[in-house]
Structures are given as structure tokens and as C-alpha cells.
């Protein structure tokens, strides 16, 4: 069975991977300079004191000077190369953590809308320049440590083992008792952030109807939650910590005690009395510094498991073939969709076909699964079985990148970008003034843009000027037809708008159709139908009628008759006395009937 192929965090840190050997190989040189102040005191007791030899001291001295300064300038490096791998991480993933956060919100409809993979690369990053991490390449010089020490004395060996061990029974002990509680805490503290976005998101609404108390009271027990995992984690670390500090000075002082043993029965001599204390400190140094930064593996463990997800969920999407520019022809087979996370499908067998250049009104009363059908026309929502096709192709197999040039989606909730007017009618591409006035112009809002403080250059967002419903809706008609795409999507376009509004539309979708454009609506509003080639209507999630315009108002409006008469001829046998002919049965005529039929099929 063949392996689950690496995905690019994996292969990010096996690009830098020459890097962490070069920390590995400055650990080294590192590690043996720790050395030196133990031989040093060694060297000066040994040979200084009982020579008196000021020459050998001021040497040994100046030698000693030079090794630290060495060993300071390799630290340095070494943490300089941690500091380019933090940076090198942050080229090679920042983009791909990005798209796959953008394409985990997608999947879950915006659900899921969050930045928290690319702050979790930040704390990884963070996590990789900070001291924590040189426990890691520290703490593998133990056992040559305690190698040395057995050299000293064998019982200053079998100490620093001895005590090397119980730091190590402290560090699993450490684990165990915060390892759950912190990963939990995380868990927990992610997804309050998320509701808290969403919630700041809203705030209008939630002022508007003075829901701030409730929401806050709900954020504030979660959080009090979170909040007690991390203190109860804390709490139990901080006495693993404490003991463990404790017990590294303690057995530094019994060093002490037993090098004055050894020197009273003569065993070794006085220089090995404070040499062991300093290096058994410096073995057991490492060990003691994982556990206090153990908070901080955890969490790096947590965000890197969260990132190698994503990864491998980035990793399962192919590459495609660019194809070429699409003409418009939408043929829909046999498709069912259902939004993301639900089980039960909301559109059910959906079957049509639109010729390239048409403008297709869909119509239907609420949740009938217009919006649906326009997301899974679009591809944004995968469909669980069935196909919508462009031009034959299926449009889940375009490269979406450069299918966009050639696509227009005017979702209901009109979002615009920080930036200028001209960046948002260009797609935040690069702007070619006269395709931004021409679709500004198509649109009816250049008149309304000249009329902004600097015109096309005016800023929106939280440092610019905050725009009108109305005027962010004609806006985004504007970026949804720069550069004449061939596929449009418009859904409900112009709930937002005012007559001129209205009228604008109205000639927007003219010139459209000049342009062959295949153009999808959504209207609950009957002026948009003389606009129209042809109208689908839907209701429970199927498709109820589909044709040319003509036909199909023709067809509602004989529906409508049929149950007015139908009404009538109730009403007239509950009152047998009511004469055969009343107002109540006359039929109404067609003409009359159509508006009503076309605001009914699109309430």
C-alpha cells in the first residue's frame, strides 16, 4: 500500500531540514564550550593555586575569555537560523495556508470563515525563535554530560543519572497532567473566536434588538470555561515546574555535599568539587527548560497538527488542465445539491438546458432553492450527485483561476473590499480604466461613483467612506460584468435598488444580452421578466416549469385561472343561492393575470 504523499508543510520542513542539521551542527560546538568554565575551574584549582603561578592564571583566563566569546557567537547563529527557518516557513506556506483556509470556509458555506490556520503558522513560527525549542538540541548532550561526570568521579556519574531520571519522570508527569487540558483549552479558545467574529460581524443587528447582554453572557461562559481548563492546567504545571527547579537546585547543592566528601577522603581534588556542581546544572539545564516551556510545545503540537490538516486537505484538490474560454452553454444533469454540512438535499433532480447568450429569470417562493442552484451553477457548492456542465466541461474540473475572468456572481449579500471603487469593479486585479467605466457604465453607476469624494479612487472599507445598500449592490453589479464575462450570475440584483435603480438594471441586462453573455437572475420582482429569454421556476427544490418567457407566463397565468375558477366554483356550491353569474366566476382575463402569476411563482 502506498503511503499518503507528503503535503506542503510536511514539505516545507523537509526543505529546511538542511537548516535544522546546520542548528544541530552549531549545537555541537555550543554544547563542548559549556565546557569550558568546568575545565577552567578545574584547571586553575588544579594547577594556579598550588603553583601560584599568575602567568598560567592571566592565560588560562585570556583562553577562557576567547571560548566564551565563541560560544556566545555561535548562540547567536544558532538562533539567527532559527530565526531564517521561521522566515522561510512563512514564504513557503503563508500562500498555501491561505487558500486552504479560503477553501475551508467555502466548503462550509462560511461556517467555518476564519483566519486561524494562518495564525496558527504565526505561533509556529514564533514557537520556532523562541529558547524553548534549543532544549530540544540541548538536551541529546546529557548522556555526554554524564560521561564526563563518570571521568570525574563514578559517583558523580551515577548522580547526574540519577537525577537526570527523576527530571525526565517530572517531564512525563508534566505531560500528563497539562497535555489534555491545554489541547482542550485551545480547542475550545479557537471556536470562541470564531462565534465572537461572527458576532462583532453583526453588530448592528445585535444593537438594533439589544441582544449584546445575552451574546456577551454566552461568550463569557465559554470563555470562563476556557479559562478554567488553562488555569487548571497551569495550576498542576506550575507545581511540576516549581518542584522541578527545586529539586535541580537541591541536587546541585548535594553535588556539593558529595564532592566535599570525596575531597575530605581525598578521592578527587578540590577543583572537581565546584566543577561537578556547575556541570551537573548544565546537564540537567535542558531538561528542567522543557518543562517549564512545556505550555508552549503543546500548543506548537496542537497548531501543528491543525496545520498538517488543512495541508493534506489542500493536497486533495488536483490540478487541472486550462481549457479554453468558455462561450456561456449551461447544460445541468440529474443534479442533486445539498449546503454544506447538511445531510438532506435541498435541490432534487434538476435537469435543463441553456443555450449560450440567454437570460434566464429563476423564480420561486422562499426556500424554494434558487440560491442554491445558483451557487452549485457557479461551482461553489459540489454537488452530491449530477453535473453542471460549461461548454460540455464540467465546472467543478475548470481551473477556477482562470475561469474567473470569464464569470460574474452578484450574490445577495453584497460584500466590497478594503480599497478603492476602481480595485472592486477590477477584481483587486490590475485596472484598466476603461473597462472599470465601461462596466460602471453598464451597471448605471458611473454618474453615482463621479459624484463620491474622489470619484473612482474613493477608499471603502474601515478607512473610506462607508457606502449605501443601494450603492454597494450597483457596485458589485459593476465587478460582476467588468470584462465582459460570459457567464453571469445575478442573484437578486436589485433587492437593494431604488426606480433609477431598476431602470439601470433593466438596461444593464440589455447590453449583456448585446454582448452574448448567458446570463442567470433571481427576481422576486415582475419588472425584470420583459428583460428575459427564458424563466425557470422552482418550488420545493425541483424545477416546475422551465421555457421561453412567453410560454411560461402564458402557462402560469392558465394556472392561475384554473384556480380562481376552481375557487369560484367552491365558493358557489357552499352558497347554492348565489347566482350562476356573479362576478366571483367570471374568468379574468390572461393580461390581467400574468403580473400576479409572476409575483406569486416569485415571492
Known amino acids: 500500500m502506498s503511503s499518503q504523499p507528503e503535503n506542503n508543510l510536511q514539505a516545507a520542513l523537509k526543505a529546511c531540514k538542511s537548516s535544522f542539521l546546520s542548528v544541530g551542527f552549531f549545537s555541537f560546538f555550543v554544547n563542548t564550550l559549556m565546557l569550558v568554565p568546568t575545565l577552567y575551574m578545574i584547571q ?24 566564551l566569546l565563541t560560544l556566545g557567537s555561535l ?29 475551508r470556509s467555502l466548503q462550509s458555506g462560511g461556517a467555518d470563515a476564519t483566519a486561524q490556520s494562518l495564525n496558527d503558522l504565526t505561533s509556529l513560527r514564533q514557537f520556532f525563535t523562541g529558547a524553548g ?93 476556557v479559562m478554567m481548563l488553562q488555569s487548571q492546567a497551569s495550576d498542576k504545571g506550575g507545581v511540576v515546574s516549581s518542584i522541578s527547579k527545586m529539586f535541580r537546585m537541591w541536587s546541585q547543592s548535594v553535588m556539593l555535599a558529595l ?52 495541508m493534506d486537505d489542500l493536497n486533495k484538490e488536483p490540478e487541472r488542465m486550462p481549457l479554453p474560454a468558455p ?29 449560450a447568450g440567454s437570460i434566464v429569470g429563476i423564480v420561486g417562493p422562499s426556500a424554494a432553492g434558487k440560491s442554491t442552484l445558483v451557487r452549485a451553477l457557479m461551482g461553489i457548492w459540489p454537488p452530491q450527485h449530477g453535473v453542471v456542465r460549461l461548454d460540455g466541461a464540467d465546472i467543478a474540473s475548470w481551473d477556477k483561476q482562470a475561469l474567473g475572468p470569464y464569470v460574474g456572481y452578484l450574490p445577495q449579500d453584497i460584500e466590497l473590499f478594503e480599497g478603492s471603487i476602481s480595485e472592486n469593479i477590477a477584481r483587486f486585479d490590475k485596472v484598466d480604466p476603461d473597462k472599470v467605466v465601461q462596466a460602471a457604465q453598464m451597471a448605471g453607476v458611473h454618474e453615482m461613483i463621479l459624484m463620491l469624494p474622489d470619484g473612482y479612487d474613493t477608499v471603502i472599507g474601515s478607512d473610506g467612506v462607508n457606502l449605501s445598500g443601494g450603492q454597494r449592490q450597483r457596485i458589485g453589479l459593476a465587478r460582476a ?28 441586462l440589455q447590453k449583456l444580452k448585446e454582448t452574448g453573455a448567458t446570463v442567470f437572475i433571481v427576481s422576486h420582482r415582475p419588472n425584470i421578466l420583459t428583460r428575459l429569454d427564458r424563466i425557470l421556476v422552482m418550488a420545493g427544490g425541483t424545477i416546475s416549469l422551465y421555457g421561453e418567457r412567453d410560454r411560461v407566463i402564458a402557462e402560469l397565468a392558465a394556472q392561475q385561472a384554473k384556480l380562481q375558477q376552481r375557487g369560484a366554483q367552491a365558493a ?32
Open 259 to 310: 564532592g566535599a566528601y570525596l575531597v575530605i577522603q581525598h578521592e578527587i581534588n578540590p577543583g572537581l568539587l565546584m566543577a561537578g556542581s556547575l556541570l551537573l546544572g548544565r546537564a540537567l539545564s535542558p531538561i528542567d527548560q522543557m518543562i517549564n516551556s512545556w505550555k508552549g510545545f503543546v500548543a506548537a503540537k496542537v497548531q501543528y497538527d491543525r496545520l498538517n490538516k488543512v
Open 481 to 508: 460584468i467588468y470584462g465582459n464575462p460570459r457567464l453571469i450570475v445575478l442573484d437578486e440584483p436589485n433587492s437593494n435598488l431604488d426606480d433609477v435603480g431598476e431602470r439601470a438594471l433593466g438596461v444593464a
Open 133 to 225: 525549542v534549543f532544549a530540544f538540541f540541548d538536551a541529546p548532550w546529557f548522556p555526554i554530560y554524564t560521561a564526563v561526570m563518570f571521568l570525574f568521579h563514578p559517583w558523580f556519574g551515577w548522580m547526574t543519572l540519577a537525577c537526570g531520571s527523576i527530571l525526565a519522570v517530572f517531564a512525563v508527569i508534566n505531560h500528563r497532567v497539562t497535555g489534555q487540558a491545554l489541547a482542550i483549552a485551545n480547542k475550545e479558545n479557537v471556536a470562541s473566536n470564531v462565534i465572537t467574529s461572527k458576532t462583532l460581524r453583526n453588530a448592528e443587528v445585535i444593537e438594533s434588538m439589544g441582544m449584546l447582554e445575552t451574546l456577551m453572557n454566552r461568550w463569557a461562559k465559554r470563555q470562563r470555561y
Open 327 to 355: 462561450e456561456g452553454h449551461i447544460q445541468v444533469e440529474n443534479l442533486i445539491v445539498a449546503p454544506p454540512g447538511a445531510k438532506s438535499p435541498v435541490l432534487r433532480n434538476i435537469s435543463f438546458v441553456t443555450p
Open 75 to 103: 548562540e547567536w547563529v544558532r538562533s539567527r537560523i532559527m530565526v531564517r527557518i521561521s522566515n522561510r516557513l512563512d514564504v513557503l506556506l503563508s500562500r498555501d495556508v491561505y487558500r486552504a483556509s479560503f477553501k
Open 572 to 603: 358557489a356550491a357552499q352558497s347554492p343561492t348565489t347566482p350562476p353569474n356573479t362576478p366571483a366566476a367570471t374568468p379574468v382575463a390572461p393580461t390581467a393575470v400574468v403580473p400576479a402569476a409572476s409575483t406569486s411563482t416569485g415571492a
Open 44 to 67: 586553575v584549582s588544579g594547577r594556579v593555586v598550588p603553583s601560584g603561578s599568575t602567568s598560567t592564571l592571566l592565560m588560562l583566563t585570556l583562553i577562557l575569555t576567547v571560548l
